[in-house]
Nanobody
Protein backbone atom coordinates (compact mmCIF):
# COMPACT_ATOMS: atom_id res chain seq x y z
CA UNK A 1 0.00 0.00 0.00
CA UNK A 2 2.92 2.32 0.69
CA UNK A 3 4.40 3.84 -2.45
CA UNK A 4 7.49 5.97 -2.86
CA UNK A 5 8.22 7.69 -6.16
CA UNK A 6 11.50 9.46 -6.85
CA UNK A 7 12.02 12.23 -9.37
CA UNK A 8 14.53 14.93 -10.23
CA UNK A 9 17.40 12.80 -11.41
CA UNK A 10 19.36 13.65 -14.51
CA UNK A 11 22.70 14.87 -15.78
CA UNK A 12 24.81 17.43 -13.97
CA UNK A 13 28.32 18.74 -14.40
CA UNK A 14 30.91 18.33 -11.67
CA UNK A 15 30.34 21.11 -9.17
CA UNK A 16 26.72 21.44 -10.23
CA UNK A 17 23.51 20.77 -8.34
CA UNK A 18 20.42 18.61 -8.52
CA UNK A 19 17.39 18.26 -6.28
CA UNK A 20 15.71 14.92 -5.88
CA UNK A 21 12.14 14.55 -4.70
CA UNK A 22 10.33 11.59 -3.20
CA UNK A 23 6.56 11.59 -3.11
CA UNK A 24 5.06 9.20 -0.58
CA UNK A 25 1.56 7.78 -0.45
CA UNK A 26 -0.23 5.14 1.58
CA UNK A 27 1.05 6.32 4.94
CA UNK A 28 -1.18 6.80 7.94
CA UNK A 29 -0.30 9.57 10.33
CA UNK A 30 2.58 8.22 12.36
CA UNK A 31 6.19 8.84 13.24
CA UNK A 32 8.50 7.73 10.47
CA UNK A 33 12.00 8.14 9.11
CA UNK A 34 12.75 8.80 5.47
CA UNK A 35 16.09 7.95 3.94
CA UNK A 36 18.05 8.20 0.72
CA UNK A 37 20.31 5.46 -0.61
CA UNK A 38 22.31 5.13 -3.79
CA UNK A 39 23.81 2.33 -5.82
CA UNK A 40 26.46 2.66 -8.51
CA UNK A 41 27.14 -0.08 -11.09
CA UNK A 42 29.11 -2.91 -9.54
CA UNK A 43 28.82 -1.49 -6.05
CA UNK A 44 26.70 -2.18 -3.00
CA UNK A 45 23.80 0.03 -2.12
CA UNK A 46 24.98 2.66 0.33
CA UNK A 47 23.36 4.98 2.79
CA UNK A 48 23.26 8.65 1.84
CA UNK A 49 21.05 10.52 4.31
CA UNK A 50 18.04 10.19 6.57
CA UNK A 51 15.59 12.50 8.31
CA UNK A 52 13.13 12.07 11.16
CA UNK A 53 9.43 12.88 10.90
CA UNK A 54 9.90 16.22 12.63
CA UNK A 55 12.81 17.12 10.39
CA UNK A 56 14.88 18.02 13.41
CA UNK A 57 17.12 14.96 13.31
CA UNK A 58 19.21 14.31 10.22
CA UNK A 59 22.15 12.07 9.47
CA UNK A 60 24.53 11.99 6.52
CA UNK A 61 27.11 9.66 5.14
CA UNK A 62 30.62 11.08 5.41
CA UNK A 63 30.93 11.05 1.63
CA UNK A 64 28.13 13.58 1.18
CA UNK A 65 28.20 15.55 4.41
CA UNK A 66 28.48 19.26 3.73
CA UNK A 67 27.35 18.85 0.13
CA UNK A 68 23.92 17.21 0.36
CA UNK A 69 20.94 18.37 2.39
CA UNK A 70 17.91 16.24 3.21
CA UNK A 71 14.58 17.86 4.04
CA UNK A 72 10.90 17.00 4.11
CA UNK A 73 7.54 18.67 3.74
CA UNK A 74 5.01 16.65 5.68
CA UNK A 75 2.09 18.72 4.37
CA UNK A 76 3.01 17.54 0.88
CA UNK A 77 4.18 14.13 2.08
CA UNK A 78 7.38 14.70 0.17
CA UNK A 79 11.06 14.57 1.02
CA UNK A 80 13.96 16.10 -0.84
CA UNK A 81 17.64 15.65 -1.34
CA UNK A 82 19.45 18.80 -2.41
CA UNK A 83 22.77 17.81 -3.93
CA UNK A 84 25.40 20.50 -4.35
CA UNK A 85 29.04 20.39 -5.39
CA UNK A 86 28.39 17.19 -7.27
CA UNK A 87 31.25 14.86 -8.09
CA UNK A 88 31.51 12.09 -10.69
CA UNK A 89 31.62 9.68 -7.74
CA UNK A 90 28.04 10.69 -6.95
CA UNK A 91 26.85 9.00 -10.13
CA UNK A 92 24.38 6.30 -9.11
CA UNK A 93 20.75 5.32 -8.96
CA UNK A 94 19.26 7.09 -5.97
CA UNK A 95 16.54 5.39 -3.97
CA UNK A 96 13.99 6.78 -1.57
CA UNK A 97 13.35 4.64 1.50
CA UNK A 98 11.10 4.79 4.54
CA UNK A 99 10.57 3.04 7.85
CA UNK A 100 8.15 3.35 10.73
CA UNK A 101 9.50 4.53 14.03
CA UNK A 102 11.51 7.47 15.25
CA UNK A 103 15.03 6.03 15.22
CA UNK A 104 17.39 6.72 12.35
CA UNK A 105 19.29 3.75 10.94
CA UNK A 106 21.87 3.56 8.17
CA UNK A 107 21.43 -0.13 7.35
CA UNK A 108 19.22 -0.71 4.33
CA UNK A 109 17.51 -3.70 5.93
CA UNK A 110 15.92 -1.34 8.45
CA UNK A 111 13.90 0.29 5.68
CA UNK A 112 11.04 -1.89 4.41
CA UNK A 113 9.66 0.60 1.88
CA UNK A 114 11.52 1.59 -1.27
CA UNK A 115 11.02 3.58 -4.42
CA UNK A 116 12.16 2.43 -7.86
CA UNK A 117 15.07 4.83 -8.04
CA UNK A 118 16.13 7.76 -10.18
CA UNK A 119 19.37 7.99 -12.14
CA UNK A 120 21.88 10.70 -11.30
CA UNK A 121 24.83 11.14 -13.63
CA UNK A 122 27.64 13.60 -12.93
CA UNK A 123 29.92 14.10 -15.90
CA UNK A 124 31.52 16.86 -17.92
Amino acid sequence: QVQLVESGGGLAQPGGSLRLSCAASGFTFSSDVMGWYRQAPGKQREFVAAISWSGISTYYADSVKGRFTISRDNAKNTKYLQMNSLKPEDTAVYYCAARLGSDIYTSSNEYPYWGQGTQVTVSS
